[in-house]
């Protein structure tokens, strides 16, 4: 079935790099996205990745997906304190096509960034 | 351009009470999806509008519905309130159409049940 797996805490220092790690079962992803959320807020798109690319960058972001293995990861270059925040990561539900609304989301990784 | 907007922000019902909470999605969006926050058990889909028609559902009970109206604003209803219900429920909304558009998401209504 379908299943989005992440570790649930992280602490770096600020200045160093964060890698946030993913694992999902659903091969017929098309698109595999990162959120973030602060307390109190909802979910903030930081960015995705459509299923044939290996990479994709976006100013301190880099997603690595290795389909291979089902794996996906967020690399935040120069982590600040203001990256303190819940990651989430996500894939289109199985038996929608890349258009639908179902997401499935892992745990959350909290990421604590010391100063 | 305006992001989502969910209202209330809060809620707070006793069991047995139902509840109706509003999204209007970014102009230009079609589909609005709906989904139920809490500590033990997530981020989990509720059901999905475009169009006014709904086009996908996740395993919750009958209890909780909603609809979509020609504007494309939803609203999600939940009767027969139980504690369980307790959570942070969070509206998206993307284009919906024939090409992937990622969902974005509004603050949440925060429901209490007590």
């Known amino acids: 079935g379908e299943d989005v797996e992440q570790s649930l805490f992280l602490s770096v220092r600020e200045g160093d790099s964060s890698v946030i790690n993913c694992t999902y079962t659903d091969s017929s992803s098309t698109y595999l996205y990162w959120y973030k959320q602060e307390p109190g807020a909802g979910l903030q798109l930081l960015t995705y990745?459509?299923?044939?690319?290996d990479m994709k960058q976006d100013q301190r972001l880099t997603v690595l997906l290795n389909k291979k293995d089902k794996h996906l990861s967020l690399r935040i270059a120069d982590t600040q304190t203001g990256d303190s925040a819940i990651y989430f990561c996500?894939?289109?539900?199985?038996?929608?096509?890349?258009?639908?609304?179902?997401?499935?989301f892992g745990q959350g990784t909290t990421l604590q960034v010391k100063p | 351009k305006a992001g989502v907007t969910q209202t209330p922000r809060y809620l707070i019902k006793t069991r047995g009470q139902q509840v109706t909470l509003s999204c209007s999605p970014i102009?230009?969006?079609?589909?609005v999806s709906w989904y139920q926050q809490t500590p033990g058990q997530g981020l989990q889909f509720l059901f999905e509008?475009?169009?006014?028609?709904?086009?996908n559902k996740g395993n919750f009970p009958g209890r909780f519905s909603g609809r979509q109206f020609s504007n494309s604003r939803s609203e999600m209803n939940v009767s027969t309130l139980e504690l369980g219900d307790s959570a942070l429920y969070l509206c998206?909304?993307?284009?919906?159409?024939?090409?992937?558009?990622?969902?974005?998401f509004g603050n949440g209504t925060r429901l209490t049940v007590t």
């Open positions: 990745i459509f299923s044939n690319m």
């Open positions: 102009s230009g969006h079609r589909s």
């Open positions: 509008y475009f169009s006014e028609t709904q086009r």
């Open positions: 998206a909304s993307s284009f919906g159409g024939y090409t992937d558009s990622p969902l974005h």
């Open positions: 996500a894939e289109r539900g199985a038996h929608g096509s890349s258009n639908t609304g179902k997401l499935i």
